[in-house]
C-alpha cells in the first residue's frame, strides 16, 4: 500500500479558500503521480492549528465546504483521503477539532473529534470541546487509528485504538517548532511499543506568530523512520506493508505480555 503525506505550508498570506483550492487540486496531483491508495493531511490546515482567532469565524459544519472539497478530490483521485482536520461548528455544541476520513468512492468513512485539546488554560483548550470516541477505519488493507497531534502524548489512547485492531496510527499535526524533537520521538515511541506504523502528517510554515515543527515521519513498526520531511512544504511517499505488522508482533510479542490489572502501591 503507497501512503503519501502531503505536509501543506500554513502562512497567513493565502487566504482558506485560497488554500483550500490549492490542497484539493494538490490532493488529485499527487494520488495520480504517487500512484497512491492513502493520502494524509495535517491538522486545522484550512485555519492553522494556532490561529485561534480564526476557530469561531472559519468553524464549518461537519458537511461543510472543506467536507465537500475533499470528498470530491477523493473520489476523483480514488483513494483513501485522510483529510486532516477541520474547526467543525457542532449546531448543537462547542466547536470540536474533528478529522475526516474517505473512501475512494467519496463516502465519509470516519469524523474523529481531537480527544486531547491543547493549550492547558487557553487556546483550543477553551474554545474546543473534547472528542470522547476512539475512532478505527477499516480499508480494505489494514485499519487505521485516529489521533490529532497533541493526542501523541498519551500512550493510553494509542493503547485503546489497538485494542480496537488499528495497525497503522494517522497523525495530522500542527506542532510547533520549538517542540520538534518531541514529536519526533513520541511518533517512534506510540510505533515501537503498540508495534504499528505511524503515519504523522504536520505543517510547515509560520502562522499566528508560531513556526511550525514540519518534519512529517513515516515510522514503520519496528521504530525506523521511513520518510521524513523537512521544514517547508512537501509530499512524502512511502510503501507500507500492513503485514508488517503481525510479522513484527511475532517476531517480538511483547505486547503479549501486558499487564492488565496491577496492585496500586502500599501506603
Ligand atoms: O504537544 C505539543 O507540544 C503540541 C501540541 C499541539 O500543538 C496541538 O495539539 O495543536
Redo the contacts with the bound molecule.
Keep these: 500500500m503507497r501512503a503519501s503525506l502531503i505536509q501543506i505550508a500554513v502562512d497567513e498570506g493565502e487566504s482558506v479558500n485560497s488554500r483550500r483550492e490549492r490542497v484539493s487540486s494538490l490532493v488529485r496531483e499527487v494520488a495520480a503521480r504517487e500512484r497512491s491508495g492513502l493520502v494524509v493531511l495535517p491538522?486545522l490546515w484550512t485555519t492553522g492549528?494556532f490561529a485561534y482567532d480564526s476557530f469561531a469565524s472559519e468553524a464549518e459544519p461537519l458537511e461543510g465546504p472543506t467536507y465537500e472539497a475533499m470528498r470530491e478530490a477523493a473520489r476523483d483521485a480514488g483513494v483513501w483521503l485522510h483529510a486532516g482536520s477541520v474547526p467543525e461548528r457542532d449546531p448543537e455544541g462547542p466547536l470540536y477539532n474533528t478529522s475526516l476520513v474517505f473512501s475512494p468512492d467519496g463516502e465519509l468513512a470516519a469524523a474523529y473529534r481531537k480527544i486531547h485539546r491543547?493549550g492547558f488554560d487557553k487556546g483550543?483548550a477553551v474554545l474546543m470541546g473534547a472528542g470522547s470516541r476512539l475512532v478505527t477505519v477499516r480499508t480494505p488493507s489494514t485499519t487505521l487509528g485516529l489521533a490529532t497531534?497533541?493526542d501523541l502524548?498519551f500512550p493510553e489512547l494509542f493503547r485503546g485504538l489497538v485494542d480496537a485492531g488499528a495497525e497503522m496510527f494517522v497523525v495530522p499535526?500542527?506542532?510547533?517548532a520549538r517542540?520538534r524533537e518531541?514529536w519526533l520521538l513520541l511518533a517512534r515511541a506510540r510505533a515501537v511499543e503498540d508495534q504499528v506504523y505511524v503515519l504523522a502528517c504536520g505543517t510547515g510554515g509560520t502562522h499566528a506568530g508560531v513556526p511550525q515543527a514540519g518534519h512529517s515521519v513515516v515510522v514503520d513498526p519496528w521504530g525506523e523512520v521511513l520518510a521524513e520531511a523537512g521544514d517547508g512544504e512537501e509530499v512524502l511517499t512511502v510503501d507500507v506493508e500492513p503485514a508488517k505488522v503481525l510479522a513484527t508482533r511475532e517476531q517480538f510479542p511483547a505486547l503479549k505480555d501486558r499487564l492488565l490489572g496491577m496492585d496500586p502501591p502500599r501506603g
Aim: hydrophobic content about 30%.
Design positions: 491538522e492549528a491543547f483550543e497531534c497533541y502524548r499535526a500542527g506542532w510547533p517542540r518531541h
